[in-house]
T-cell receptor
């Protein structure tokens, strides 16, 4: 089966600019997650979707970050305006509904550098 | 809520030597436990997981981990490492109960470097 697709792989922007990341999960995976991985740290959950509804966005900095999952498939994560501390790898993952024990499948991530 | 502590941020080891990467967790509910591996410039790959049953779980490439409920630990071990095992290893926990407790919570990672 095809994996979780993410694009772009790399992005360099200046602070205060905006940026968007795209994720296409594994077919049939209703649950989609966005994680932020800062260099030297473990991934931190930003937002969790189930189909096209938000399950948990408690750790999403809503003043600058937004995410959507139209039609319950693809998802986009946007940052506007970006800050230097947003430099990180943004990982998308998907899983089957109700199957926490199977873990997630992660994409390769988008490495964002804010200068 | 759950939390994960990986006690060692870096572990250098010589090729063919044994290694143990330590992981302790905290949770108010029963948990599933996972080890993920991340090679440079790649996403996370599931290495092994504990769901239930035997407390010793193994991966296809020779790693094993043992769930110790009394010590709330899930340490990862390999009796003989290879250069190709050099990577970052993340321990993660997920609550078995429904809702947000099903989210994966990660530790801060352990960089394993295998030296020739």
């Amino acid at each position: 089966e095809a994996g979780v697709a993410q694009s772009p792989r790399y992005k360099i922007i200046e602070k205060r600019q905006s940026v968007a990341f795209w994720c296409n999960p594994i077919s049939g995976h209703a649950t989609l997650y966005w994680y932020q991985q800062i260099l030297g740290q473990g991934p931190k959950l930003l937002i969790q979707f189930q189909n096209n509804g938000v399950v948990d966005d408690s750790q999403l900095p809503k003043d600058r970050f937004s995410a959507e999952r139209l039609k319950g498939v693809d998802s986009t994560l946007k940052i506007q305006p970006a800050k230097l501390e947003d430099s990180a790898v943004y990982l998308c993952a998907s899983s089957l509904v109700g199957r926490a024990g199977y873990g997630y499948t992660f994409g390769s991530g988008t490495r964002l550098t804010v200068v | 809520a759950q939390s994960v502590t990986q006690l060692d941020s870096q572990v250098p080891v010589f090729e063919e030597a044994p290694v143990e990467l330590r992981c302790n967790y905290s949770s108010s509910v029963s948990v599933y436990l996972f080890w993920y591996v991340q090679y440079p410039n790649q996403g996370l790959q599931l290495l092994l997981k504990y769901l239930s049953g035997s407390t010793l779980v193994e991966s296809i490439n020779g790693f094993e981990a043992e769930f110790n409920k009394s010590q709330t630990s899930f340490h990862l071990r390999k009796p003989s490492v290879h250069i190709s095992d050099t990577a970052e290893y993340f321990c993660a926990v997920s609550g078995i109960s429904s809702g947000s407790a099903r989210q994966l919570t990660f530790g801060s990672g352990t960089q394993l470097t295998v030296l020739p």
